[in-house]
Protein backbone atom coordinates (compact mmCIF):
# COMPACT_ATOMS: atom_id res chain seq x y z
CA UNK A 1 0.00 0.00 0.00
CA UNK A 2 0.77 3.51 -0.21
CA UNK A 3 0.32 6.00 2.00
CA UNK A 4 -1.18 9.51 1.24
CA UNK A 5 -2.57 12.91 2.64
CA UNK A 6 -5.80 11.33 3.36
CA UNK A 7 -4.01 8.51 5.46
CA UNK A 8 -1.62 11.26 7.12
CA UNK A 9 -4.55 13.08 8.67
CA UNK A 10 -6.24 9.93 9.79
CA UNK A 11 -3.06 8.88 11.34
CA UNK A 12 -2.72 12.31 13.17
CA UNK A 13 -6.76 12.50 13.94
CA UNK A 14 -6.33 8.50 15.83
CA UNK A 15 -2.59 9.93 17.85
CA UNK A 16 -4.57 12.64 19.04
CA UNK A 17 -7.72 10.60 19.89
CA UNK A 18 -5.08 8.12 21.66
CA UNK A 19 -3.21 10.74 23.25
CA UNK A 20 -6.27 12.92 24.72
CA UNK A 21 -7.47 9.75 26.26
CA UNK A 22 -4.40 8.88 27.82
CA UNK A 23 -3.22 12.55 28.65
CA UNK A 24 -3.39 11.92 32.65
CA UNK A 25 -1.65 8.35 31.97
CA UNK A 26 1.20 9.94 30.45
CA UNK A 27 1.62 13.09 32.60
CA UNK A 28 1.47 10.56 35.72
CA UNK A 29 4.24 8.30 34.18
CA UNK A 30 6.28 11.69 33.80
CA UNK A 31 5.63 12.29 37.50
CA UNK A 32 7.37 9.20 38.36
CA UNK A 33 10.66 10.27 36.72
CA UNK A 34 10.37 13.54 35.11
CA UNK A 35 8.44 16.58 35.76
CA UNK A 36 5.21 15.87 35.09
CA UNK A 37 3.98 17.63 32.14
CA UNK A 38 4.62 15.18 29.24
CA UNK A 39 0.17 14.32 28.94
CA UNK A 40 0.10 18.14 29.27
CA UNK A 41 2.06 19.20 26.33
CA UNK A 42 1.75 16.28 24.16
CA UNK A 43 -2.24 17.00 24.42
CA UNK A 44 -2.22 20.73 24.14
CA UNK A 45 0.50 19.84 20.76
CA UNK A 46 -1.55 17.27 18.98
CA UNK A 47 -4.77 19.00 19.28
CA UNK A 48 -3.22 22.42 18.13
CA UNK A 49 -2.01 19.73 15.12
CA UNK A 50 -5.58 18.80 14.70
CA UNK A 51 -6.92 22.65 14.58
CA UNK A 52 -4.00 23.36 11.96
CA UNK A 53 -4.04 20.66 9.47
CA UNK A 54 -7.70 20.58 9.38
CA UNK A 55 -8.24 23.86 8.27
CA UNK A 56 -5.96 23.52 5.60
CA UNK A 57 -5.60 21.95 1.92
CA UNK A 58 -2.56 20.08 1.12
CA UNK A 59 -1.66 18.46 -2.25
CA UNK A 60 2.02 16.22 -0.82
CA UNK A 61 2.54 14.23 2.09
CA UNK A 62 5.47 16.24 2.70
CA UNK A 63 3.78 20.32 3.03
CA UNK A 64 1.37 18.27 5.47
CA UNK A 65 4.25 16.45 7.32
CA UNK A 66 5.82 19.78 7.59
CA UNK A 67 3.08 21.75 9.21
CA UNK A 68 2.77 18.71 11.76
CA UNK A 69 6.31 19.32 12.34
CA UNK A 70 5.77 23.07 12.99
CA UNK A 71 3.04 23.00 14.94
CA UNK A 72 4.34 20.11 17.39
CA UNK A 73 7.47 22.43 17.53
CA UNK A 74 5.78 26.06 18.47
CA UNK A 75 3.75 24.16 20.75
CA UNK A 76 4.52 21.33 22.54
CA UNK A 77 7.17 22.24 24.40
CA UNK A 78 9.51 20.64 27.22
CA UNK A 79 12.02 18.55 25.24
CA UNK A 80 9.10 16.55 23.25
CA UNK A 81 8.24 19.12 21.33
CA UNK A 82 11.95 19.69 19.77
CA UNK A 83 12.16 15.64 19.71
CA UNK A 84 8.81 15.42 17.56
CA UNK A 85 9.33 18.64 15.99
CA UNK A 86 12.56 17.34 14.03
CA UNK A 87 11.11 13.88 13.62
CA UNK A 88 8.25 15.10 11.55
CA UNK A 89 10.54 17.86 9.84
CA UNK A 90 12.87 14.85 8.72
CA UNK A 91 10.54 13.27 7.19
CA UNK A 92 8.66 16.10 5.08
CA UNK A 93 12.59 16.73 3.96
CA UNK A 94 12.83 12.78 3.08
CA UNK A 95 9.62 12.78 1.71
CA UNK A 96 9.98 16.33 -0.62
CA UNK A 97 7.43 16.40 -2.86
CA UNK A 98 5.42 12.94 -2.72
CA UNK A 99 1.94 13.02 -3.25
CA UNK A 100 2.09 9.21 -1.66
CA UNK A 101 4.80 6.96 0.26
CA UNK A 102 5.45 3.56 -0.42
CA UNK A 103 7.20 1.40 1.67
CA UNK A 104 10.96 2.17 0.71
CA UNK A 105 10.33 5.61 1.30
CA UNK A 106 8.09 5.36 4.16
CA UNK A 107 11.18 3.53 6.04
CA UNK A 108 13.93 6.14 4.17
CA UNK A 109 11.84 8.83 5.70
CA UNK A 110 11.83 6.79 9.49
CA UNK A 111 15.17 6.18 9.24
CA UNK A 112 15.82 10.10 8.64
CA UNK A 113 13.22 10.60 11.46
CA UNK A 114 15.24 8.62 13.93
CA UNK A 115 18.90 10.33 13.14
CA UNK A 116 17.35 13.61 13.47
CA UNK A 117 15.98 12.51 17.17
CA UNK A 118 19.08 10.86 17.91
CA UNK A 119 21.45 14.26 16.80
CA UNK A 120 18.41 16.57 18.43
CA UNK A 121 18.45 14.86 22.06
CA UNK A 122 22.21 12.92 21.57
CA UNK A 123 20.53 10.16 23.01
CA UNK A 124 21.13 6.24 21.66
CA UNK A 125 19.51 3.01 21.95
CA UNK A 126 19.09 1.97 25.45
CA UNK A 127 19.12 4.99 27.12
CA UNK A 128 15.10 4.75 28.34
CA UNK A 129 14.15 7.16 26.04
CA UNK A 130 12.15 7.48 22.68
CA UNK A 131 14.82 6.40 21.02
CA UNK A 132 14.01 2.92 21.94
CA UNK A 133 10.80 2.65 20.32
CA UNK A 134 11.94 4.60 17.13
CA UNK A 135 15.33 2.46 16.67
CA UNK A 136 13.58 -0.73 17.53
CA UNK A 137 11.24 -0.33 14.92
CA UNK A 138 13.31 0.65 12.25
CA UNK A 139 14.83 -2.42 12.80
CA UNK A 140 11.65 -4.39 12.09
CA UNK A 141 10.53 -2.17 9.09
CA UNK A 142 14.06 -2.71 7.06
CA UNK A 143 13.60 -6.93 7.84
CA UNK A 144 10.36 -6.25 5.78
CA UNK A 145 9.45 -5.21 2.43
CA UNK A 146 6.26 -4.25 2.97
CA UNK A 147 4.00 -2.86 6.06
CA UNK A 148 2.65 -5.73 8.38
CA UNK A 149 0.43 -3.33 10.83
CA UNK A 150 0.11 -6.33 13.66
CA UNK A 151 3.99 -7.29 13.68
CA UNK A 152 4.33 -3.02 13.58
CA UNK A 153 2.00 -2.57 16.61
CA UNK A 154 3.62 -5.30 18.51
CA UNK A 155 7.38 -4.24 18.27
CA UNK A 156 5.94 -0.67 19.52
CA UNK A 157 4.57 -1.90 22.33
CA UNK A 158 7.27 -4.62 23.16
CA UNK A 159 9.96 -1.74 22.67
CA UNK A 160 8.07 0.93 24.84
CA UNK A 161 7.42 -1.89 27.91
CA UNK A 162 10.86 -2.73 27.55
CA UNK A 163 11.63 0.86 28.83
CA UNK A 164 10.56 -0.15 31.89
CA UNK A 165 13.31 -2.23 32.71
CA UNK A 166 16.40 0.53 31.90
CA UNK A 167 17.44 3.21 33.97
CA UNK A 168 17.45 6.26 32.34
CA UNK A 169 20.91 7.91 31.09
CA UNK A 170 19.36 10.89 28.98
CA UNK A 171 16.70 13.52 29.82
CA UNK A 172 15.03 14.35 33.42
CA UNK A 173 14.48 10.85 34.46
CA UNK A 174 18.51 10.47 34.40
CA UNK A 175 18.53 11.97 37.70
CA UNK A 176 17.28 9.40 39.49
CA UNK A 177 19.45 6.71 37.96
CA UNK A 178 19.21 3.26 39.47
CA UNK A 179 15.37 4.63 40.44
CA UNK A 180 14.42 5.30 37.17
CA UNK A 181 14.44 1.48 36.92
CA UNK A 182 10.45 -0.14 37.34
CA UNK A 183 8.89 3.23 34.88
CA UNK A 184 8.04 3.45 32.01
CA UNK A 185 9.30 6.02 29.92
CA UNK A 186 6.69 8.48 29.00
CA UNK A 187 8.37 9.49 25.40
CA UNK A 188 8.29 6.03 24.82
CA UNK A 189 4.56 5.58 25.71
CA UNK A 190 3.93 8.89 23.88
CA UNK A 191 5.67 7.58 20.88
CA UNK A 192 3.74 3.92 20.84
CA UNK A 193 0.54 6.01 20.89
CA UNK A 194 1.71 7.42 17.74
CA UNK A 195 2.60 4.24 16.04
CA UNK A 196 -0.11 2.02 17.26
CA UNK A 197 -2.50 4.46 15.48
CA UNK A 198 -0.50 4.38 12.72
CA UNK A 199 -0.53 0.79 12.37
CA UNK A 200 -4.24 1.28 12.89
CA UNK A 201 -4.71 3.65 9.65
CA UNK A 202 -2.73 0.71 7.88
CA UNK A 203 -4.93 -1.77 9.28
CA UNK A 204 -8.46 -0.15 7.80
CA UNK A 205 -7.04 0.37 4.66
CA UNK A 206 -6.01 -3.24 3.35
CA UNK B 1 -6.10 22.23 44.08
CA UNK B 2 -5.89 26.30 45.65
CA UNK B 3 -4.94 29.12 43.43
CA UNK B 4 -5.52 32.51 42.55
CA UNK B 5 -5.82 31.79 39.10
CA UNK B 6 -8.46 32.11 36.36
CA UNK B 7 -7.91 29.11 33.90
CA UNK B 8 -5.03 26.98 34.35
CA UNK B 9 -4.50 27.19 30.47
CA UNK B 10 -4.12 31.04 30.53
CA UNK B 11 -1.86 31.27 33.82
CA UNK B 12 1.36 32.14 32.11
CA UNK B 13 -0.87 34.68 29.74
CA UNK B 14 -2.35 36.65 32.62
CA UNK B 15 1.59 36.43 34.64
CA UNK B 16 3.18 38.27 31.71
CA UNK B 17 0.48 40.88 30.97
CA UNK B 18 -0.06 41.56 34.90
CA UNK B 19 4.07 41.80 35.13
CA UNK B 20 4.24 44.24 31.97
CA UNK B 21 1.46 46.28 34.06
CA UNK B 22 3.76 46.56 37.57
CA UNK B 23 6.51 47.37 35.21
CA UNK B 24 5.39 49.41 32.33
CA UNK B 25 8.37 51.97 32.71
CA UNK B 26 10.81 49.49 32.47
CA UNK B 27 9.71 46.34 30.41
CA UNK B 28 7.16 45.94 27.61
CA UNK B 29 5.96 41.79 26.02
CA UNK B 30 6.52 41.35 22.63
CA UNK B 31 3.05 41.34 20.95
CA UNK B 32 1.98 37.73 20.71
CA UNK B 33 4.76 36.35 22.14
CA UNK B 34 6.02 35.04 26.02
CA UNK B 35 8.89 37.20 25.52
CA UNK B 36 9.14 40.11 27.91
CA UNK B 37 12.13 42.35 26.58
CA UNK B 38 13.40 45.60 28.04
CA UNK B 39 11.57 48.49 27.27
CA UNK B 40 14.50 50.39 24.93
CA UNK B 41 15.32 46.86 23.62
CA UNK B 42 17.32 46.88 21.16
CA UNK B 43 20.19 48.46 22.81
CA UNK B 44 22.99 50.25 20.58
CA UNK B 45 26.25 48.87 20.89
CA UNK B 46 25.30 46.27 23.29
CA UNK B 47 25.71 42.65 23.17
CA UNK B 48 21.83 41.16 24.15
CA UNK B 49 21.26 38.66 26.64
CA UNK B 50 18.40 36.69 26.67
CA UNK B 51 17.55 33.79 28.85
CA UNK B 52 14.04 32.04 30.12
CA UNK B 53 13.16 28.94 30.71
CA UNK B 54 9.69 27.29 32.37
CA UNK B 55 7.58 29.70 34.20
CA UNK B 56 6.67 28.92 37.67
CA UNK B 57 9.98 30.12 38.66
CA UNK B 58 9.01 34.14 39.45
CA UNK B 59 10.99 36.16 39.89
CA UNK B 60 12.94 34.41 37.41
CA UNK B 61 13.20 35.18 34.86
CA UNK B 62 11.31 38.60 33.44
CA UNK B 63 11.96 39.70 37.28
CA UNK B 64 16.08 39.96 35.95
CA UNK B 65 14.55 41.91 32.54
CA UNK B 66 16.19 45.46 32.99
CA UNK B 67 19.46 47.78 32.37
CA UNK B 68 22.14 46.31 33.70
CA UNK B 69 20.62 42.51 33.48
CA UNK B 70 18.93 40.78 30.85
CA UNK B 71 17.83 42.22 27.44
CA UNK B 72 14.67 39.43 27.35
CA UNK B 73 13.12 36.94 29.22
CA UNK B 74 11.46 34.10 27.41
CA UNK B 75 8.94 32.06 29.39
CA UNK B 76 7.38 28.79 28.75
CA UNK B 77 4.26 27.20 29.94
CA UNK B 78 4.64 26.35 33.85
CA UNK B 79 7.81 23.72 34.32
CA UNK B 80 8.08 23.99 30.63
CA UNK B 81 10.89 25.25 28.01
CA UNK B 82 9.84 27.96 25.78
CA UNK B 83 9.47 26.47 22.20
CA UNK B 84 11.93 27.58 19.80
CA UNK B 85 10.19 30.00 17.54
CA UNK B 86 9.84 32.41 21.15
CA UNK B 87 13.18 31.91 21.80
CA UNK B 88 14.02 33.35 18.44
CA UNK B 89 11.86 36.22 18.84
CA UNK B 90 13.47 37.24 22.06
CA UNK B 91 16.54 37.37 19.89
CA UNK B 92 15.73 39.03 16.95
CA UNK B 93 13.94 41.47 19.35
CA UNK B 94 17.42 42.50 21.30
CA UNK B 95 20.16 42.04 18.29
CA UNK B 96 21.34 45.29 17.28
CA UNK B 97 24.67 43.51 15.42
CA UNK B 98 26.71 43.09 18.20
CA UNK B 99 25.29 39.57 18.70
CA UNK B 100 23.17 37.80 21.95
CA UNK B 101 24.04 35.58 24.68
CA UNK B 102 21.91 33.01 25.66
CA UNK B 103 21.91 32.48 28.89
CA UNK B 104 20.80 28.39 29.60
CA UNK B 105 19.67 26.09 32.20
CA UNK B 106 20.98 22.39 32.20
CA UNK B 107 17.62 20.56 31.26
CA UNK B 108 17.01 18.49 28.05
CA UNK B 109 14.77 20.32 27.10
CA UNK B 110 15.75 24.11 27.30
CA UNK B 111 18.88 23.28 25.76
CA UNK B 112 17.17 21.42 22.50
CA UNK B 113 14.80 24.48 22.53
CA UNK B 114 17.17 27.34 23.00
CA UNK B 115 19.94 25.07 20.23
CA UNK B 116 17.11 25.59 17.65
CA UNK B 117 16.25 29.04 18.33
CA UNK B 118 19.99 29.97 18.13
CA UNK B 119 20.23 28.01 14.61
CA UNK B 120 17.36 29.77 13.42
CA UNK B 121 18.97 32.93 14.46
CA UNK B 122 22.60 32.26 12.73
CA UNK B 123 20.36 31.40 9.75
CA UNK B 124 19.29 34.97 9.69
CA UNK B 125 23.12 36.64 10.18
CA UNK B 126 22.44 36.79 13.63
CA UNK B 127 25.63 36.46 15.84
CA UNK B 128 24.49 33.78 18.73
CA UNK B 129 26.51 32.23 21.63
CA UNK B 130 25.27 30.27 24.58
CA UNK B 131 26.27 29.52 28.23
CA UNK B 132 24.71 26.30 30.15
CA UNK B 133 24.56 26.51 33.83
CA UNK B 134 24.84 23.68 35.82
CA UNK B 135 24.78 24.54 39.57
CA UNK B 136 23.13 21.84 40.96
CA UNK B 137 25.90 19.91 43.73
CA UNK B 138 22.54 17.46 44.57
CA UNK B 139 23.39 16.09 40.90
CA UNK B 140 26.50 13.97 39.93
CA UNK B 141 27.87 15.45 37.50
CA UNK B 142 28.84 13.05 34.74
CA UNK B 143 29.15 13.01 30.86
CA UNK B 144 27.40 10.01 30.35
CA UNK B 145 24.26 11.81 31.72
CA UNK B 146 22.42 14.94 30.86
CA UNK B 147 24.65 16.43 33.94
CA UNK B 148 24.20 18.98 36.44
CA UNK B 149 20.38 21.33 36.66
CA UNK B 150 20.93 24.87 36.98
CA UNK B 151 18.93 26.47 39.46
CA UNK B 152 19.10 29.58 41.78
CA UNK B 153 23.01 30.10 41.10
CA UNK B 154 21.69 31.42 37.29
CA UNK B 155 20.75 34.85 38.83
CA UNK B 156 24.56 35.59 39.74
CA UNK B 157 24.89 34.47 35.57
CA UNK B 158 22.39 36.97 34.94
CA UNK B 159 23.95 39.67 36.75
CA UNK B 160 27.41 39.33 36.09
CA UNK B 161 26.77 38.79 32.34
CA UNK B 162 24.58 41.84 32.03
CA UNK B 163 26.83 43.81 33.73
CA UNK B 164 29.65 43.35 31.89
CA UNK B 165 27.48 43.41 28.53
CA UNK B 166 26.66 47.17 29.85
CA UNK B 167 29.91 48.33 29.93
CA UNK B 168 30.34 47.82 26.28
CA UNK B 169 32.23 44.25 26.06
CA UNK B 170 32.22 42.53 23.01
CA UNK B 171 29.85 39.10 22.52
CA UNK B 172 33.21 36.66 23.50
CA UNK B 173 34.08 38.40 26.12
CA UNK B 174 30.40 38.59 28.09
CA UNK B 175 30.37 34.71 27.09
CA UNK B 176 33.83 34.35 29.09
CA UNK B 177 32.57 36.17 31.77
CA UNK B 178 29.73 34.16 32.15
CA UNK B 179 31.34 31.06 31.57
CA UNK B 180 33.52 32.16 34.72
CA UNK B 181 30.99 32.86 37.33
CA UNK B 182 29.13 29.07 36.08
CA UNK B 183 32.63 27.79 37.08
CA UNK B 184 32.62 29.47 40.37
CA UNK B 185 28.90 28.78 41.38
CA UNK B 186 27.30 26.22 43.17
CA UNK B 187 23.67 25.42 44.66
CA UNK B 188 21.97 22.85 46.31
CA UNK B 189 18.37 22.87 47.50
CA UNK B 190 15.77 21.32 49.90
CA UNK B 191 12.27 20.99 50.25
CA UNK B 192 9.63 20.34 53.07
CA UNK B 193 6.44 20.64 50.68
CA UNK B 194 5.82 19.48 46.77
CA UNK B 195 4.33 22.33 44.41
CA UNK B 196 0.86 21.86 42.22
CA UNK B 197 1.27 22.84 38.77
CA UNK B 198 -1.93 24.57 37.80
CA UNK B 199 -2.35 22.49 34.76
CA UNK B 200 -1.67 18.99 36.32
CA UNK B 201 -3.73 20.16 39.37
CA UNK B 202 -2.33 17.60 41.97
CA UNK B 203 0.90 17.35 43.66
CA UNK B 204 4.35 16.35 41.46
CA UNK B 205 5.26 14.20 44.39
CA UNK B 206 4.60 13.66 48.11
CA UNK B 207 6.67 14.22 51.33
CA UNK B 208 5.41 13.23 54.64
CA UNK B 209 4.63 15.87 57.53
CA UNK B 210 7.29 14.55 59.32
CA UNK B 211 9.90 14.21 56.26
CA UNK B 212 11.95 16.62 53.96
CA UNK B 213 14.13 15.84 50.89
CA UNK B 214 17.76 17.26 50.86
CA UNK B 215 19.10 18.03 46.88
CA UNK B 216 15.87 18.66 45.73
CA UNK B 217 15.32 20.56 42.05
CA UNK B 218 13.25 23.62 40.68
CA UNK B 219 10.52 21.36 39.11
CA UNK B 220 10.32 18.98 42.49
CA UNK B 221 12.45 16.56 40.52
CA UNK B 222 13.92 14.09 43.46
CA UNK B 223 16.90 14.77 45.38
CA UNK B 224 19.61 13.06 46.81
CA UNK B 225 18.06 12.28 50.01
CA UNK B 226 14.57 11.94 51.78
CA UNK B 227 14.93 12.05 55.83
CA UNK B 228 13.58 13.25 58.64
CA UNK B 229 13.11 17.26 58.95
CA UNK B 230 15.48 18.80 61.65
CA UNK B 231 16.69 21.91 62.61
CA UNK B 232 17.12 25.15 60.64
CA UNK B 233 20.65 25.14 61.45
CA UNK B 234 21.23 21.40 60.85
CA UNK B 235 19.68 22.33 57.40
CA UNK B 236 21.93 25.14 56.83
CA UNK B 237 25.11 22.92 57.84
CA UNK B 238 24.17 19.97 55.37
CA UNK B 239 23.58 22.81 52.24
CA UNK B 240 26.14 24.83 52.76
CA UNK B 241 28.84 22.39 53.50
CA UNK B 242 28.28 20.33 50.48
CA UNK B 243 28.25 23.17 48.36
CA UNK B 244 31.70 24.77 50.13
CA UNK B 245 33.12 21.03 49.24
CA UNK B 246 31.90 21.14 45.32
CA UNK B 247 33.89 24.73 45.04
CA UNK B 248 36.85 23.73 47.09
CA UNK B 249 36.77 26.84 49.33
CA UNK B 250 39.57 27.44 51.46
CA UNK B 251 39.91 30.04 53.73
CA UNK B 252 40.79 33.77 52.89
CA UNK B 253 38.41 33.33 49.80
CA UNK B 254 35.49 35.51 49.18
CA UNK B 255 31.77 34.78 48.70
CA UNK B 256 28.24 36.15 47.71
CA UNK B 257 25.72 34.06 49.53
CA UNK B 258 22.23 33.29 48.56
CA UNK B 259 19.88 32.30 50.23
CA UNK B 260 16.62 31.51 47.86
CA UNK B 261 13.35 30.66 48.84
CA UNK B 262 11.25 28.31 47.05
CA UNK B 263 8.01 30.10 47.02
CA UNK B 264 6.25 28.61 50.13
CA UNK B 265 8.73 29.69 53.01
CA UNK B 266 8.71 32.73 54.77
CA UNK B 267 11.65 35.03 54.73
CA UNK B 268 12.31 34.76 58.76
CA UNK B 269 12.50 31.02 58.04
CA UNK B 270 15.45 31.89 55.15
CA UNK B 271 17.01 34.59 57.85
CA UNK B 272 17.02 32.00 59.88
CA UNK B 273 19.24 29.38 57.71
CA UNK B 274 21.10 32.31 56.90
CA UNK B 275 22.38 33.07 60.15
CA UNK B 276 24.02 30.01 60.26
CA UNK B 277 25.16 29.83 57.15
CA UNK B 278 26.79 33.08 57.78
CA UNK B 279 28.35 31.47 61.06
CA UNK B 280 29.60 29.13 59.30
CA UNK B 281 30.94 30.30 56.45
CA UNK B 282 32.94 32.96 59.63
CA UNK B 283 34.07 29.89 60.97
CA UNK B 284 35.79 28.86 58.06
CA UNK B 285 37.84 31.78 57.72
CA UNK B 286 35.38 32.17 54.46
CA UNK B 287 34.74 36.15 53.49
CA UNK B 288 31.28 36.97 52.69
CA UNK B 289 31.33 39.69 50.38
CA UNK B 290 27.39 40.28 50.09
CA UNK B 291 24.53 38.25 50.73
CA UNK B 292 21.04 37.98 48.92
CA UNK B 293 18.38 36.34 50.93
CA UNK B 294 14.95 35.81 49.77
CA UNK B 295 12.92 34.66 46.94
CA UNK B 296 15.13 34.71 43.61
CA UNK B 297 14.38 31.28 41.61
CA UNK B 298 11.31 29.61 42.91
CA UNK B 299 9.01 26.50 42.61
CA UNK B 300 5.58 27.52 42.92
CA UNK B 301 4.10 27.22 46.13
CA UNK B 302 6.63 24.42 47.01
CA UNK B 303 8.29 25.30 50.91
CA UNK B 304 11.98 25.23 50.98
CA UNK B 305 15.08 26.79 50.35
CA UNK B 306 18.51 26.86 48.53
CA UNK B 307 22.44 27.86 49.52
CA UNK B 308 23.87 28.97 46.56
CA UNK B 309 27.48 30.25 46.94
CA UNK B 310 29.83 32.30 44.08
CA UNK B 311 33.39 32.42 44.86
CA UNK B 312 34.49 36.31 43.77
CA UNK B 313 37.31 38.11 42.74
CA UNK B 314 38.16 41.36 42.18
CA UNK B 315 36.07 41.28 38.38
CA UNK B 316 33.14 39.77 39.42
CA UNK B 317 32.60 41.86 41.93
CA UNK B 318 32.83 44.36 40.53
CA UNK B 319 30.01 43.25 38.31
CA UNK B 320 28.20 41.97 41.01
CA UNK B 321 28.08 45.34 42.27
CA UNK B 322 27.44 47.66 38.97
CA UNK B 323 24.19 48.93 38.59
CA UNK B 324 20.56 46.79 37.94
CA UNK B 325 17.21 48.40 37.37
CA UNK B 326 15.87 44.71 36.52
CA UNK B 327 12.72 44.68 38.63
CA UNK B 328 13.74 41.10 40.86
CA UNK B 329 17.27 42.32 41.09
CA UNK B 330 17.71 46.51 41.87
CA UNK B 331 21.67 47.71 42.97
Known sequence: ?206 | MKKIINDPNSAVQDMLDGFVAAYPNDVKRLPGTTVIARKDAPVTNKVGIVSGGGSGHEPAHAGYVGEGMLDAAVAGEVFTSPTPDQVFEGIKAVDNGAGVLLVIKNYTGDIMNFEMAAELAEAEGINVKQVVVNDDVAVEDSSFTTGRRGIAGTVFVHKIAGAKAAQGASLEEVQAVAEKTIQNVRSIGMALTPCIVPAAGTPSFELKENEMEIGIGIHGEPGIERKEITTADEIAVELTEKVIADLGLKSGEEVAVMVNGLGGTPEMELFIVNKKVNQLLSDKGITIYDTFVGEYMTSLEMAGCSVTLLRLDQELKTLLDAESKAPAFRR
Do not use: C
Open chain 1, 1 to 206: MKLDVAHILDWMEKANDKIQQNKTYLTSLDQAIGDGDHGINMARGFQEVIGKISASDYSNVSDLLKDISMTLLSKVGGASGPLYGTAFLKMSMALKDSDSVDYPQFVHAMEEALQGIKQRGKAEKGEKTLVDVWETLLEQLKEQDDFDSVRFEETAKLAMESTKELEAKKGRAAYLRERSIGHLDPGSVSSYYIFSSLSDVVKESV
